[in-house]
Structures are given as structure tokens and as C-alpha cells.
């Protein structure tokens, strides 16, 4: 089970850090991710990190302003952003799923999601 937190209202400009706790089971071999979801749009990619060594991969549109990570004794994962744009506004949602041979910017790499938190960016 995967619980998010952190989401809200900023200005352009502005700063969120969204949080993810997993529970109730091991986080090794497995890729941790974060995806976003506009009105009338289709579930995009942000940002993965790989639980075993963090090794990174974002998102044209957030990299440089957006950053993953991950704290193994909490067994939570963060993503950090920075310099947020109203482009940016849309529902977050949290993701896992062990390694395989699904490119980690597909939704089908992830069997596990979490509820989704709303971030809103105004001008």
C-alpha cells in the first residue's frame, strides 16, 4: 500500500516536496516512480529512482527543477520541486514495481499506485 502526501497550492515560482511511504513490504529490486495527470490528459511520466543503488531518470519537462529520492529506513520516497510553472499543475501520483524489461516511463512498469494528491500552480 502506498500513502502520498504533500500536495497543495503554490504561485509560479514556488516550492512542494510530495512524499510516498510504502508499507507492509520489502522496496529491494523494485523501481520507484512518480507520474502526473492533467484534466483531460493522459497519466505522464516525472520522475524514477531505482530503490537498490538511486539511480535517477526524469522527465524532459521537469529535469533541473524536480529531484526523486528516497529514504530507505522510512521506506518513503520524495519528489522535490523547485521553480514550479502552472503547466505543472495536475493530479501526482506515487508508483512501484519490480525491475523488468518495461521501460520505467511506461504505467505498465507499475503495480502498485498510490491515491494521487493535487498540486495546483498559479500565475
Known sequence: QLEES????VQSGGSLRLSCAA???TLRFQTMAWFRQAPEKEREFVAAIWWDDGTTIYADSVKG???ISRD???NTW???MVNLEPEDTAVY???SGLKSTIPVRSTRAYSN???GTQVTVSS
Open 65 to 67: 527543477r524536480f529531484t
Open 6 to 9: 504533500g500536495g497543495g497550492k
Open 78 to 80: 520524495y519528489l522535490h
Open 93 to 95: 501520483y506515487c508508483a
Open 113 to 115: 499506485w498510490g491515491q
Open 23 to 25: 508499507s507492509g513490504r
Open 72 to 74: 530507505l529506513p522510512r
